[in-house]
């Protein structure tokens, strides 16, 4: 395996599309960008990978205009470009397609691609010519879409293609992808995966940015490796492997594959029976649904973002009050926070900022926090026992690999991994019955997705029920024992790990029947 010291970029006989010399960027105290060196073969997929604050989306920021470096150079295609800002990409044939969509859903598709070329040539030559170049370009690449159709009215994949569309239509050669597959369900990735081998066909270059090894190895002609802002690896993707890649991400071996024995599932420990929840705007977003997690089980919940399961998780938590139905915890009701914690109920939120967290208080406060009022935490008096919940969490954080192993830093000091391993930490050391699992290692590095997968899984070999809401699909494969799928609000169906396959879950988080399927 290569060191950093001795990484040679890939070269070519041709110049190539894109080369960076040397970048470096710091912001404050942090070096994003340590002297990186990168070449991209022109006619390429070319994969970036890294962990969490290993400097790839700043080196294509700096690529794109967002970012200025503090020193090296830019090449396209073999000369030398100053880029400023993103019009000064968009001129030198880059192109960039952000992972938060920029587009105005209210416009048509159409007047989306027209938006930023209001005074140049394209707008002047007329919509009708726009109209012409676009459907020429929607037959070159495969990218049909309705183009007086509004955005607001398009699926999550149709609106990527608009995104490319208007990248290609500003002349660009030379397509980044930020993370392009995290709101698609696997045919639209499967689908994206055949226009960017389309693209390079006919000759544009693109550059990926993922965190899913599983499509840098099935769509990337090479891959670059970086690791604390520096570039430590470059390889050509027939010759490498997923493990190879993980390895040189964290700087050691990483278990890729959930190692776990059959579940043994007994008594129902939660039972929703027709559920319905009804967001603030009067919107229906979990329509009549009903399924139980049994103890020794993980239930995992598949769909794409916006399908319902936020809702559902809030309403089992008892966050969020149900319009009709039932929630039971061991055969008695539950509808308040505080009622669910009584019966054993332990919740991982999605978004642990909003809901799982106070980012200024100390760890240790965070630690407790929804049990601060047990008797293990408070005297006879009602006063916290801080000497003894300090203690706790340091011990904690050593069980959990939370680092900097620090009770009294305020949680907003810590990286995302280790905000959502203390987090777990405190839903898990409570010993509850049932933990709600949402979006479990959303934003965590692939050291501590494995932990955290290991930690799941014992908890439900200590005889617990765990329900699982991921949009990852290989996370829900590799940990559930059942398989629920949830579109628009509804469960489309169920699998078992014999049945569960991406296509057939694909089809139902498309909203296709289990019987279609």
Not at 4 to 28: C, H, S, Y
Not at 346 to 351: I, L, Q
Request: proline fraction near 4%; glycine fraction near 10%; hydrophobic fraction near 45%.
């Amino acid at each position: 395996m290569k060191e950093a010291a001795t990484v040679t970029p890939l070269q070519g006989a041709v110049p190539p599309a894109v080369e960076l010399r040397g970048i470096d960027k710091r912001f404050g105290a942090v070096h994003a960008n340590k002297a990186v060196d990168l070449v991209v073969p022109a006619g390429t997929i070319h994969g970036i990978v890294g962990e969490n604050g290993a400097g790839k989306s700043t080196l294509m920021n700096i690529l794109y205009g967002y970012y200025h470096a503090d020193s090296g150079k830019i090449l396209v295609d073999g000369r030398e470009r100053t880029i400023k800002g993103p019009q000064d990409a968009i001129r030198a044939g880059i192109g960039m397609v952000h992972q938060h969509f920029m587009l105005v859903e209210p416009f048509t598709v159409l007047e989306n691609l027209l938006l930023g070329a209001e005074g140049g040539f394209m707008l002047g030559a007329g919509i009708a010519k726009a109209r012409t170049e676009v459907e020429a370009l929607e037959r070159d690449y495969g990218l049909e879409v309705d183009l007086d159709a509004k955005v607001a009215d398009l699926p999550v994949g149709v609106q990527q293609r608009v995104e490319i569309l208007k990248a290609l239509f500003r002349g660009a050669h030379i397509l980044i992808l930020d993370e392009p597959t995290g709101v698609l369900t696997p045919q639209e990735a499967d689908h994206l995966f055949r226009i960017l081998r389309n693209l390079r066909s006919q000759g544009r270059t693109i550059l990926l940015i993922t965190h899913k090894l599983r499509e840098i190895m099935a769509v990337t002609d090479n891959v670059s490796v970086m690791r604390g802002g520096e570039m430590v690896a470059h390889r050509r993707t027939a010759e490498t492997s997923r493990e190879e890649l993980a390895e040189l991400m964290v700087g050691r071996k990483v278990l890729l594959r959930v190692e776990k024995a059959p579940a043994r599932p007994r008594e129902p420990v939660l039972e929703v029976r027709n559920l319905e929840v009804v967001d603030e705007q009067g919107v229906k977003r979990v329509k009549g649904v009903s399924f139980d997690v049994r103890a020794g089980e993980i239930v995992g919940i598949a769909g794409v973002a916006g399908n319902g399961q936020s809702e559902l998780m809030e309403a089992l938590a008892g966050i969020r009050q149900p319009s009709r139905g039932e929630v039971l915890l061991r055969g008695v009701p539950v509808s308040d926070p505080a009622q669910a914690r009584a019966r054993r109920l332990g919740h991982v939120p999605e978004d642990r900022l909003r809901m799982g967290l106070v980012r200024r208080f100390p760890a240790f406060e965070n630690a407790i926090l929804g049990y601060q009022t047990a008797s293990d935490y408070t005297d006879e008096r009602g006063f916290l026992r801080l000497g003894r919940i300090v203690e706790l969490c340091r011990r904690w954080m050593r069980g959990y690999d939370v680092r900097p192993v620090a009770p009294l830093l305020p949680a907003q000091s810590f990286s995302g991994g280790n905000q959502q391993k203390l987090v777990l930490a405190r839903e898990m050391e409570h010993d509850p019955d049932l933990l709600l699992v949402g979006q479990p290692t959303r934003g965590v590095d692939i050291g501590a997705i494995e932990f955290i997968h290991k930690r799941l899984v014992g908890l439900r070999d200590a005889g617990k029920a765990v329900l699982l809401v991921s949009v990852e699909l290989d996370e829900i494969l590799s940990l559930a024992d059942r398989i629920l799928v949830m579109f628009d609000g509804t469960i489309t169906g169920e699998l078992g790990p014999a049945e569960a396959d991406e296509r057939r879950i694909g089809c139902l988080m498309a909203g296709i029947t289990q019987e279609a399927a």
